[in-house]
C-alpha cells in the first residue's frame, strides 16, 4: 500500500500552461505539505495545511494554488507555467515524522 | 531562522569501508532531527529520526546517527557500506513534529568496488 501518493509522476508543458498535481495519504495523518526541489537538490516548504486548512505560505508566488478537499488530499494547481517551475515537487504528510510521496517532475519548455 | 549544514557536497568510499556523512543545524532549542535518503529519481525515504532521550538513534538499512546538542551536530554513520548506499542523502531540522523541515542542501554518496 502507498502510503503518499502523488499523480502525475511526470509532467512535460508548454510555458503559460495550468496544470494540477493530485496528492493523497491513506496514513491517517492531518498534516500535508508541498516541498519543491530544486535542479540542484535543494528542498524548500512550500505551503503547509493542517485539517485543511492553510497554516504556512512561504514566499511563493501565487500562480501557485494548494487546495485540500479533504484531510487526505492536497493538491497543488499551478497558472501561467514558467520556465523557472521546472523542479519536482514532492507532496508529504506527518503526525510527528513527515512520510514523502514519490514526487512529480514538472518540465515547463 | 534554523539551518542545516551538510559540508560535504560528494563523498567517494569504497564498498565495505565505514561511512560518516556530516550535519551541524543552527537552532536555539533541541530540534527534531532526521536524516532522508533519495536514490536517483526516487522519493525521499526516512533512514532515522531523533526526537529526545537516547543521543544514538538506529535506523533502517544499518545506518545510525548520534545527536551531539555541544556540536550542533547529528553524523550519519553506517559501518560497511554497499553499492546499493549510493544516493544523496539528506540532513534536516524541524521545531516540533508537525512543522515544516528545513532541509540541508545534500551529500552525494558514490560507492566504488
Known amino acids: 500500500d502507498t502510503a503518499v501518493s502523488q499523480t502525475p509522476k511526470y509532467l512535460v508543458t508548454q510555458m503559460g500552461n495550468d496544470k494540477s498535481i493530485k496528492c493523497e495519504q491513506n496514513l491517517g495523518h492531518d498534516t500535508m505539505y508541498w516541498y519543491k526541489q530544486d535542479s540542484k537538490k535543494f528542498l524548500k516548504i512550500m505551503f503547509s495545511y493542517n485539517n485543511k486548512e492553510l497554516i504556512i505560505n512561504e514566499t511563493v508566488p501565487n500562480r501557485f494554488s494548494p487546495k485540500s478537499p479533504d484531510k487526505a488530499h492536497l493538491n497543488l494547481h499551478i497558472n501561467s507555467l514558467e520556465l523557472g517551475d521546472s523542479a519536482v515537487y514532492f507532496c508529504a504528510s506527518s503526525h510527528g515524522t513527515q512520510y514523502f510521496g514519490p514526487g512529480t517532475r514538472l518540465l515547463v519548455l | 531562522a534554523q539551518s542545516v549544514t551538510q559540508p560535504d557536497i560528494h563523498i567517494t568510499v569504497s564498498e565495505g569501508a565505514s561511512l560518516e556523512l556530516r550535519c551541524n543545524y543552527s537552532?536555539?532549542?533541541?530540534?527534531?532531527l532526521f536524516w532522508y535518503v533519495q536514490s536517483p529519481g526516487q522519493g525521499l525515504q526516512l533512514l532515522l529520526k531523533?526526537?529526545?532521550?537516547?543521543?544514538l538513534v538506529q535506523g533502517i538499512k544499518g545506518f545510525e546517527a548520534e545527536f551531539k546538542r555541544s556540536q550542533s551536530s547529528f553524523n550519519l554513520r553506517k559501518p560497511s557500506v554497499h553499492w546499493s548506499d549510493a544516493a544523496e542523502y539528506f540532513c534536516a531540522v524541524a521545531d516540533a513534529g508537525n512543522t515544516p523541515l528545513v532541509f540541508g542542501k545534500g551529500t552525494r554518496l558514490s560507492v566504488i568496488a
Open positions: 537552532y536555539g532549542a533541541t530540534p527534531y
Open positions: 531523533y526526537f529526545s532521550g537516547d543521543t
